[in-house]
């Protein structure tokens, strides 16, 4: 069994910055793509960032040259530094990775989200 905790979210102007964080712990032997995706109010989840184990990055179109996304391979962590934020930023923000267990069964996890709100 594999556990995610995110942290970081919260209320930002316009402009403004935060940065997520998510920790992965428990049953792993090894960590391939870690992302971060969001849900706004009556739509579907989408991807904002993924990255590799080998830090390869792609980002939604909505998102590049705002967001950064990060990993610490040693600490089973993933970041998202996200600057200059509008309005239509914000949603449900969750974490999702995708795990090589103990058990040798590969199991993508989802984190349980945090709110980033982009207001005035």
């Known amino acids: 069994q594999v556990q995610l905790v995110e942290s970081g979210g919260g209320l930002v102007q316009p402009g403004g910055s935060l940065t997520l964080s998510c920790a992965a712990s428990g049953s792993i032997i090894s960590i391939n793509t870690m992302g971060w995706y969001r849900q706004a109010p009556g739509k579907e989840r989408e991807l904002v960032a993924v990255i590799t184990s080998g830090g390869s990055t792609n980002y939604a179109d909505s998102v590049k040259g705002r967001f950064t996304i990060s990993r610490d391979n040693a600490k089973n962590t993933v970041n998202l530094q996200m600057n200059s934020l509008k309005p239509e930023d914000t949603a449900v923000y969750y974490c999702?990775?995708?795990?090589?267990?103990?058990?040798?069964?590969?199991?993508?996890?989802w984190g349980q989200g945090t709110q980033v709100t982009v207001s005035s």
């Open positions: 999702n990775v995708n795990v090589l267990e103990l058990t040798r069964v590969g199991r993508a996890y």
